[in-house]
Nanobody, 128 residues
């Protein structure tokens, strides 16, 4: 049974920082990727940052590139999203997600419909 539990959200002013955590249990694909998504009210769920678990390489959406950093602590089975220089448009519910298919195609790394396991989400609110 795969479980993903996010934490670390909150309210900050524009320009501030937050670090989100995603504690994973029961996930056995060591050569796959995990992605942080976000969803603002009335908008589609957007993949913002992906990490390739086996090799540690990362990939970002243009909207967060240079401001967000995704990382992993394998010993703790935890995924992180460091968010700096936050903007009001970053306000959203943030989710971590994983795929059941090991060796999944890169093509789906930011497509929410391809992901099987989701956390409950953590709210990030950025005020101007």
């Amino acid at each position: 049974q795969v479980q993903l539990v996010e934490s670390g959200g909150g309210s900050v002013q524009a320009g501030g920082s937050l670090r989100l955590s995603c504690a994973a249990s029961g996930y056995t694909c060591s050569r796959n990727y995990m992605t942080w998504f976000r969803q603002a009210p009335g908008k589609e769920r957007e993949g913002v940052a992906t990490i390739y678990i086996g090799r540690g390489s990362t990939d970002y959406a243009d909207s967060v590139k240079g401001r967000f950093t995704i990382s992993q602590d394998n010993a703790k089975n935890t995924l992180y999203l460091q968010m700096n220089s936050l903007k009001p448009e970053d306000t959203a519910m943030y989710y971590c997600a994983a795929r059941a298919t090991c060796y999944a195609s890169d093509y789906y790394r930011r497509r929410p419909e391809a992901f099987d396991y989701w956390g409950q989400g953590t709210q990030v609110t950025v005020s101007s």
